[in-house]
C-alpha cells in the first residue's frame, strides 16, 4: 500500500510540471502530443470513432504525418530549433506521454447489501502511449487495482524495413472483434468480452502474450494474424494459440484516416454512412492440451451521421472445457444501438444473448447514457437487467470518469 | 511635380496591391481574420466561416494553416486539395452543422486566402 502512495506520488511528481509547462491542460497524452481536441478521435471517450479508429491501427501514429526531418516550426528561435532537433535524434517525445484515468461508481440493487452503495468501485489508472519518431508505437497500461495491475503493454514496429505489414508484440489483446473492449459509450464491456467456458480462462478481450502482424491493404481492408502463448500462463503447455482477423470498410473514413470524396453538388446515402464488416477466428488449446477450442466470429458496424448501429454473433467450440470429457459449444449474439445528441450525449441501448452448452441461457438488456461533460469528463448511467438460468440481476450503476 | 506625385501614388497602389493582404488579428482563442479587404463575397464568406468555424476550434487553427502552407496537427500540405478535404471533414463532423452549401462557401474562401497569403 505504501509502494503505491509513493508510486502515485512519484507519477504525480513526473505530471505535474509536464501540465504547467504547456498550455495542453487536462488532456490525455495524444491530445497534447497532437494539440488537438479529445473529439478528433472520440465520440464519447473512451469510444473511439472513424478517425481514432484509423489513429490506433496505425500504431499511435498521426495518420499521413511522417517527418523525416526534425518537426521544428519557422517560428522557433536558433536555440528553440536546436533543442528540437536534440529530442528528435534521441527519440523522445518531447513531452511525457503518460496520462491518468480516475473512476467511482455508485450502484443500486435492492437485492445487494448495502442496496445503494456509494463507494461500489474506484480506479486509478497509468498509461502511457504514443510514438517513436513515427516508427515504434506503443502503449502500456498500469491499474492501481491490486487485482487488475498491468493491462496492455505493447510496441508496434510500423512497417519495419518497408516491410507492407506492421509487427505488434508484448501483452495486448489480439485483434479479433472490430471493436477494442474499451471502444464503447456503454460501461459494461460487451459481453463476450469476458466470457468465459466452464474452465477455459479464453477470454475474446483478454491480454496475453503475442506476436501479430498486421496491416492496412489499400486503404479499405484491414488484415491480423497472431500466435499467442494462450490465455493460462501457468499453463504447462507448450502449445501456441493462432488467431487472424479480417475487416473491411465501405464508405465514410478509411482506414488510413482519409475522408471520402462527396459530390457537393448532389446528395448521396455515402455522403454520412459508413459500413465496416469484420471476422475473425482464434484457434487455442489449453489445459495442457486437453481442451482444444476455438471461436468464430462476424461482426458489424453501422454508422449513418449521429447514429450507430453494432452487430456481433460468435460462435466457439471447447472439447473439454471443464475436464469431464463433454464437448461445448458457445454461442453469443449482441446487437447495439447508440445515438450522439448535440456534442456529448450519447444514449445507447444493448441487447445481448449468450448460450454455454451446459450452463444455459443467459439475456442482457443494457440501456445506458453518457454525458461528456467536458471532452474529458464523463458521466454515465447504466440499467443492467440480466437474467441467467440461475438468477435475474437488476443493477444500476452511475459512473464519473476523468482522464488528464 | 504633378506629374512625379501621379507617379509616387501609382508606386504605392503596386506596393499595397503586392502586400499579402491576408491581415490575421489577435492570437488563441480571439485570432480573427481582417475581411475589409476581400471582395464583397468573400466578405460575406467570411461572415459564414466565423460562424461555423468557431464551433469547434479557434480561428488560430485556420490562421496557422493558411500562414505556413501547413496544417498545425496533421502537419500535412494545407493547399487547395486540403482545402476540399477539410472541408468535407468538417461536413461530415456529427456536430459540425455545417453543409454541403457552407462548404462550397467556405472552402473557396479558404483557397482566396491561400491565394492572398501567395501573393
Not at chain 1, 503505491?4 to 513526473?14: E, K, P, S, V
Not at chain 1, 510540471?17 to 495542453?24: G, I, K, R, Y
Not at chain 1, 497472431?226 to 473491411?248: F, L, Q, R
Request: a negative charge; hydrophobic letters at 35%.
Amino acid at each position: 500500500m505504501k509502494a503505491q502512495i509513493i508510486l502515485i506520488l512519484l507519477t504525480a511528481g513526473l505530471i505535474i510540471p509536464c501540465l504547467s509547462a504547456t498550455s495542453a491542460w487536462a488532456i490525455p497524452a495524444f491530445a497534447r502530443q497532437y494539440k488537438t481536441e479529445c473529439k478528433t478521435c472520440h465520440t464519447v471517450f473512451p469510444e473511439r470513432n472513424e478517425f481514432g479508429d484509423a489513429f490506433e491501427k496505425n500504431g499511435f501514429i498521426w495518420p499521413g504525418k511522417v517527418h523525416t526531418t526534425p518537426p521544428t516550426k519557422a517560428t522557433l528561435s536558433p536555440a528553440e530549433r536546436q533543442k528540437a532537433e536534440a529530442m528528435y535524434n534521441s527519440g523522445l517525445p518531447e513531452q511525457l506521454p503518460v496520462s491518468l484515468l480516475a473512476q467511482h461508481d455508485v450502484t443500486y440493487n435492492s437485492d445487494a447489501q448495502p442496496n445503494f452503495d456509494l463507494d461500489a468501485e474506484t480506479e486509478l489508472e497509468i498509461f502511457a502511449a504514443g510514438n517513436f519518431r513515427n516508427q515504434v508505437g506503443f502503449w502500456a497500461e498500469y491499474n492501481f487495482e491490486p487485482d487488475k495491475t498491468t493491462g496492455e503493454i505493447y510496441l508496434q514496429l510500423q512497417q519495419p524495413y518497408n516491410l507492407p505489414f506492421n509487427v505488434k508484440l508484448g501483452e495486448f489483446q489480439p485483434k479479433l472483434s472490430i471493436w477494442k473492449a474499451n471502444d464503447r459509450p456503454s460501461l459494461s464491456k460487451f459481453g463476450y468480452n469476458g466470457m468465459k467456458v466452464g474452465n477455459n480462462d479464453f477470454t475474446i478481450a483478454g491480454e496475453q502474450g503475442a506476436v501479430e502482424l498486421n496491416g492496412v491493404l489499400g486503404s479499405r481492408l484491414f488484415v491480423a494474424a497472431g500466435v499467442t502463448n494462450g490465455p493460462d500462463p501457468k499453463s504447462a503447455n507448450n502449445g501456441k494459440d493462432y488467431y487472424g482477423h479480417i475487416s473491411v470498410r465501405i464508405g465514410g473514413t478509411d482506414f488510413l484516416g482519409k475522408e471520402p470524396e462527396v459530390d457537393l453538388d448532389h446528395d448521396s446515402v455515402w455522403d454520412y454512412l459508413t459500413l465496416t464488416i469484420g471476422s475473425f477466428g482464434y484457434f487455442g488449446s489449453n489445459a495442457d492440451g486437453v481442451n482444444d477450442f476455438y471461436r468464430a466470429g462476424l461482426e458489424s458496424e453501422t454508422l449513418y451521421k449521429r447514429l450507430r448501429v453494432r452487430v456481433s454473433g460468435i460462435y466457439g467450440r471447447d472439447d473439454d472445457p471443464s475436464g469431464t470429457g463433454a464437448n461445448v459449444d458457445s454461442r453469443f449474439a449482441l446487437a447495439q444501438v447508440e445515438y450522439l445528441i448535440g456534442s456529448g450525449l450519447m444514449p445507447s441501448m444493448r441487447f445481448e444473448f449468450q448460450d454455454i452448452d451446459e450452463e444455459g441461457i443467459t439475456r442482457r438488456y443494457i440501456p445506458g447514457i453518457s454525458y461528456a461533460l467536458l471532452q474529458n469528463v464523463r458521466f454515465a448511467v447504466e440499467y443492467l437487467h440480466e437474467t441467467t438460468p440461475d438468477e435475474t440481476i437488476r443493477e444500476t450503476t452511475g459512473r464519473v470518469t476523468l482522464v488528464f | 511635380m504633378k506629374k512625379r506625385i501621379l507617379i509616387l501614388l501609382t508606386l504605392l497602389l503596386f506596393a499595397a496591391g503586392a502586400e499579402a493582404k491576408l491581415v490575421v488579428i489577435g492570437s488563441g482563442n480571439d485570432t480573427r481574420f481582417d475581411p475589409s479587404g476581400f471582395p464583397p463575397e468573400m466578405q460575406k464568406a467570411y461572415k459564414l466561416m466565423e460562424v461555423k468555424c468557431v464551433k469547434c476550434h479557434s480561428l488560430e487553427r485556420a490562421a496557422i494553416a493558411l500562414q505556413t502552407g501547413i496544417a498545425p496537427i496533421t502537419g500535412g500540405l494545407f493547399d487547395r486539395n486540403a482545402t476540399r478535404a477539410y472541408g468535407i471533414k468538417m461536413l461530415r463532423k456529427p456536430d459540425s452543422n455545417m453543409t454541403k452549401q457552407d462548404v462550397k462557401i467556405v472552402v473557396p474562401l479558404l483557397n482566396y486566402m491561400l491565394g492572398e497569403v501567395e501573393h
